[in-house]
């Protein structure tokens, strides 16, 4: 069996020192790389099916899962413009929204596709985020074969990153289309700058720009891959050398025409970085300093830093959400320094013999950057997803450097044939173990509250959750651990209010709306809560002056309008309900509920023939909507017919 061996190749030293070798001395020394003959292509083939093949197999389960309730709502399964399908509309939509305190056009845009083919099927969502990261995968490989001209090191590396159980959150979360996709346009941004780098001309450059534009616009971490393709020109691409007798200033000058080159790319990403800051600041995403001073963001990111690199040798109590903890040991924030910079220390001594590792530790690092948490988005200390793209960094340098000791060392091939494949084997259990517990919210809360602690926002969430099932005592304790964590969590205490009103206590959730309101006293949610709690106490008229405090706080809240419409419906106000629940379907045209509301009073109002057309909307916003559907049929019954008009 063939052996790759790597052999770092040195640059060789140009016969003139005035300058910077010329960009043709370049490209010819990037083409002298191994010529690929017919039987090597074929076992390349056959490594790419079975990558592909393995991938598949233990994500395949996905098929079977749900949507998460945690953003997949917000992104997909609730989100009107997107439930509509690919429409000129959307697509505009797409371009000029913050909506998620984003601005990715291009993964709203696959979305779109998604519901246009497949409806609001969310194993199907997820099986395209599967064939996306077997692309991926391939793509890697592919990049890695062409540029390094090795197979078995190429070939793992792809691998690690196919079955590593920390990038089971960017393939099994649908809502994370946007890593997979920006990681596809990203990885064809590499193989396009080295076509660039094999001959030079605009339309080879034109496509690296094209990649790496599309790929911001899936999402905005690939801020630093120009700096990425700086280092792949030390390596592997070998268009500079460090030359240990000519000092920095002779690498400096080598550089220089590589930056100018890149110059447009910068451009793109400066503009990115423009955009999402204002998005994110633009939906309250972005944390002031006053709520986590600098130096404690410098210290969670050291530590998050050292938990990715543990993490990728020993991926274990993996989560969906990781609370932010202000109180770091320093203890741990000085393991985490030491680690880091032993291994930056170590990386840049040898970037002159073994130049892959300073290329993949620096790729590991500089590609955390974005979201290691200097600039605080959320409120998540770390994040299985951000080790998506950085991994790679990590795998090239394990990776190729266990090779190269292996060559020195005349480790035998079958030797690490065996390591490897435990190794990948071990990584594919851990992973398909992974997988399964996001089939549905529950599991992966649960999961997620037995391996961290203090977490508010899973604590909420799966609150929430499991109130919408009616387990109103298993939410109930959920919503009062929650709690415990911050008595004033707004949101907290009216759904425990919700919840104490659903199982007939109308009174104790009186108080926990009223404990809302000392937190925040324009709360038009409170007082919608409040007057429906009221209702519930037989207390009509009370309810309806809290119905319209609601609409006078909130005067943008459709929710309010559109109970205060019912409230006047029920009290025989005919024209002023519609009046308010067209309000509501103003502010939120894709309410199923505010739509079937309308329905209800043009029904009341004997306008049968109009009211078919707002259940027939509710059915489409909402097709499992089992009122609207009763009511549908009533309509329909007063009109003697089984048609459902064309909607307007």
Known sequence: MRRDRLRPRVAKKPKSRSGASTAGQERAHARSGPVVAPARRSGDLWILAALAITTL????????????????????????????????????????????????????LSHMLDVE???????????????????????????????????????????????????????????????????????????????????????????????????????????????????????????????????????????????VEKIPLFAIVAASMVVTYVAQSH????????????????????????????????????????????????????????????????????????????????????????????????????ADRYHYLPSIGLFIAIVFGVADVAAVKRIGAVALAAVAGIVLAAFATLTAFQAALWKDSVTLFEHTLAVTTDNLVIEYNLGHVLGEEKKYAEASAHFAEALRIDPD??????????????????????????????????????????????????????????????VELGPDDADAHDNLGLMLARQGKADEAMREIGEAL????????????????LLASGRARESIVHFDEALRLKPDFAVARQNLARAQAMLGTRAIPERP
Not at 534 to 548: C, I, K, N, V, Y
């Open 283 to 382: 939906g309250g995403a972005v944390r002031a300093l006053v709520d986590e001073p600098f130096s404690l963001r410098a210290a969670n990111a050291v530590v998050s830093c050292a938990k990715y690199l543990v993490g990728t040798v020993w991926p274990h109590d993996l989560a969906v959400y990781y609370p932010f903890n202000a109180d770091i040991p320093a203890g741990q924030i000085a393991a985490s320094l030491l680690l880091v910079g032993a291994l930056t220390a170590f990386a840049l001594a040898n970037a002159r013999t073994r130049p892959y590792l300073a290329v993949g530790w620096l790729w590991f690092l500089g590609t955390l950057v974005p979201v290691i948490g200097l600039v605080q988005v959320g409120g998540q200390a770390l």
């Open 489 to 550: 969590f707004l949101d907290a205490l009216i759904n425990m209010g919700m919840t104490l009103a659903s199982e007939g206590k109308p009174d104790e959730a009186i108080g926990y709306f009223e404990r809302a309101l000392k937190v925040a006293p324009r709360s038009s949610k409170a007082h919608t809560q409040i007057a429906l709690a009221r209702m519930q106490e037989g207390r009509p008229d009370d309810a309806l002056a809290e119905f319209r405090r609601a």
């Open 57 to 108: 197999a233990i994500y395949a389960q996905v098929v079977g899962h749900s949507f998460i309730d945690l953003d997949d709502p917000l992104y997909i399964r609730d989100n009107p413009v997107v439930g509509r399908g690919l429409t000129l509309p959307g697509i505009a939509w797409a371009f000029t929204t913050f909506h998620a305190a984003n601005w990715h056009p291009l993964t709203w």
């Open 117 to 259: 083919l497949f409806g609001l099927d969310a194993g199907r969502h997820l099986l395209v985020n599967v064939l996306i990261h077997v692309a991926n995968t391939l793509l890697l490989f592919r990049f890695l074969r062409r540029t390094t001209g090795t197979r078995w090191p190429s070939a793992m590396v792809a691998a690690l990153f196919a079955l590593h159980p920390l990038h089971v959150e960017s393939v099994a979360w649908a809502a994370e289309r946007k890593d997979t996709l920006a990681a596809f346009f990203g990885l064809l941004t590499l193989i396009a700058h080295a076509r660039y780098v094999e001959a030079a001309s605009l339309k080879r450059y034109l496509a690296v720009v094209l990649c790496l534009a599309l790929g911001l616009m899936a999402k905005p971490m690939l801020v630093t891959w120009p700096f990425v393709l700086l280092l792949l020109d030390y390596w592997p691409l070998r268009r500079i050398a460090w030359h240990s007798g000519e000092g920095f200033a002779r690498f400096a000058r080598d550089v220089k025409p590589l930056l």
């Open 586 to 601: 103003r502010i939120d045209p894709g309410s199923a509920d505010a739509h079937n509301n309308m329905g209800l009073v």
